[in-house]
């Protein structure tokens, strides 16, 4: 069982950055490719950025890519989102998500077994 914790969400204006953490509970993390994905009001849930299991690669979403970075500390068991030049269509639940036998890192939400509870970004006009 792998339990996922996010953390970090919040308000912020157009512009603005945050950081987003999701810690992992449990042995094994550095086996798991990690996701973060976010689901708007209405809409369905999207791949946001995606790692390998040792960090050396990472994916983004265009409409993403050059704003955020993906991250993570395999000592800690916590992969991060940093999110800069944010903008109202960022808007959402963000999730992270854990694949604990990856081939590759997917941007498909089936793809990954565990998931955490969400946290709320809200970008302000």
């Known amino acids: 069982q792998v339990q996922l914790v996010e953390s970090g969400g919040g308000l912020v204006q157009t512009g603005g950055s945050l950081r987003l953490s999701c810690a992992a509970s449990?042995?094994?993390?550095?086996?798991?490719?990690m996701g973060w994905f976010r689901q708007a009001p209405g809409k369905e849930r999207e791949f946001v950025a995606g790692?390998?299991?040792?960090?050396?690669?990472?994916y983004y979403a265009d409409s993403v890519k050059g704003r955020f970075t993906i991250s993570r500390d395999n000592a800690r068991n916590t992969v991060y989102l940093q999110m800069n030049s944010l903008k109202p269509e960022d808007t959402a639940v963000y999730y992270c998500a854990a694949d604990l036998a990856p081939r590759y890192v997917s941007r498909r939400a089936s793809e990954y077994e565990y998931w955490g509870q969400g946290t709320q970004v809200t970008v302000s006009s």
């Open positions: 449990g042995r094994g993390f550095s086996n798991y490719a």
């Open positions: 790692i390998t299991r040792s960090g050396s690669s990472t």
